[in-house]
């Protein structure tokens, strides 16, 4: 298999790990989101703030470029910011 398959008794251990790995691989790279992986997920949703609005958006890229480095996306996005909400596209 090359995805995890949800339901099995250990995808949340490799959904993890998976994780993990690819915040230590990619923290030259990503030096803002690299944390946030390790630190900041819960379930498949990661939580972090920060604390300007550009801040913010370098945050935003960076995850969502070291996700793309893992094969993964993170297909919803929130922010109380009304400027950095504006640029989510909505589903």
Known sequence: MKTVTYGTVSAPLLATKTLLQLSRKEEKNFPSAAPALRENFYMDDVFCGAASLMEA???????????????????????????LASNIIKD
């Open 57 to 83: 958006k370098a945050l935003k890229n960076q995850l969502s470029g070291i996700l793309k480095k893992g094969g993964m996306e993170l297909p919803k996005w929130g922010s109380s910011h009304p400027e």
